[in-house]
């Protein structure tokens, strides 16, 4: 039974691996897969590894990469970014997509994430890229609340037209089950109880304090994708 299990988990960890967004960019100038405009200067995608000079000649100052390493590929952007002689400006925020060591700590690497973004949406000179690994989950689950904080997007809205559409959790219907699982289970409540705190005015983008941020956060009823009507099996 043991075996069937770690076998199962390695299939599943395999699966991630390989995921590549199935969504491609609504960018003029960007090719990097599932990229989005979410304000007049920040955008969204997957890692743009491979492809800095696309970065370079859209004029970003400004990178944000939303995730933890899982092998060597932030060092390898990094020295692409090197290589290229980008200036960009960038922030590694080590963001875990499940088990993280506490909500607080998730809610204060979103907020992180979110001030500096705050900082480039009011400087016209400034541009900027945010992703994770494949620009779906935290890359969604920090334009959501983007959307919402800059943009007054209720916390519905957000979920459905920006998360679920560019492919969060089984928006993706290639995702797989234990990766879909995993994001409901951890991911999503938090989005949730930023989105709420959102909503009841405790942030705002004037207001982005970490005292909002809590160890544990209430149980509730968790919002679920469909499928993206964007998506079709033939988007590749």
Known sequence: ???????????????????SSPFPSSVEGLSIKNSHQVSHN???????????????NFDITDI??????????????????????AQMMSLQVDFL?????????????????????REVN???????????????????HLAGL???????WSMRKAFYNEMCENG????????????????????????????QKIESGELSLGVLSKATCQDEIPAQKILRCKSSSRYSSDSE
Not at 44 to 49: C, E, F, K
Not at 101 to 111: G, I, R
Not at 122 to 140: A, I, Q, W, Y
Not at 168 to 173: S, V
Request: contains cysteine; hydrophobic residues 40%; proline residues 4%.
């Open 168 to 195: 969060y959790a089984n928006g993706n219907p290639q995702k797989p089950d234990y990766v879909v699982g995993e994001i409901r289970k951890d991911l999503t409540p938090l989005f949730m109880y930023m989105a």
């Open 146 to 152: 983007w959307r919402m904080l800059s943009q007054g």
């Open 42 to 56: 920040i955008y969204r995608g997957m890692n743009p590894l491979g492809k800095i000079d696309e970065l370079i």
């Open 97 to 117: 997509w499940h088990k993280y060591p506490s909500y607080k700590v998730a809610c204060e690497q979103t907020l992180q994430a979110l001030t500096l973004m």
């Open 122 to 140: 009011e400087d016209s000179n400034r541009k900027l890229f945010f992703h994770c690994t494949v620009g779906e989950d935290r890359t969604g």
């Open 1 to 19: 039974m043991k075996s069937l299990l770690f076998l199962s988990l390695f299939i599943s960890l395999k699966a991630i691996a390989s995921l």
């Open 64 to 85: 944000i990469i939303f995730k933890n390493q899982t092998r060597t590929e932030i060092d390898d952007q990094y020295l692409e970014m090197e290589n290229k002689s």
